[in-house]
Nanobody, 122 residues
Framework: QVQLVESGGGLVQAGGSLRLSCAASGRTFSSYAMGWFRQAPGKEREFVAVISWSGGRRTYAGSVKGRFTISRDNAKNTVYLQMNNLKSEDTAVYYC???????????????WGQGTQVTVSS
């Protein structure tokens, strides 16, 4: 069992930056691929980024590539999402998720956090 808790969300002006964190419980964190997803009001949940268990592979959605960076610290059981040059369309609830398989096309992850709100004002 893995429990995920996101933090770092908030209100930021367009062009600003935020760093989201996702702290995981359990001693097997390093065996999971970790993903970030987001869901805006009235829209379906969408993929943002995923990182493999070692950090050696990363995949981003086209809409965030070049602006967002996913990273992880297995010693701290934490995955991060650095978000730069934020746009109003990045406004959403951001969720982290864990899965045993690294699959950028997957939406069915084993474990999900509760989400953290990111609001970008224009």
């Amino acid at each position: 069992q893995v429990q995920l808790v996101e933090s770092g969300g908030g209100l930021v002006q367009a062009g600003g930056s935020l760093r989201l964190s996702c702290a995981a419980s359990g001693r097997t964190f390093s065996s999971y691929a970790m993903g970030w997803f987001r869901q805006a009001p009235g829209k379906e949940r969408e993929f943002v980024a995923v990182i493999s268990w070692s950090g050696g592979r990363r995949t981003y959605a086209g809409s965030v590539k070049g602006r967002f960076t996913i990273s992880r610290d297995n010693a701290k059981n934490t995955v991060y999402l650095q978000m730069n040059n934020l746009k109003s369309e990045d406004t959403a609830v951001y969720y982290c998720a864990a899965d045993h398989i690294y699959d950028p096309m997957a939406y069915e992850y084993d474990y999900w956090g509760q989400g953290t709100q990111v609001t970008v004002s224009s």
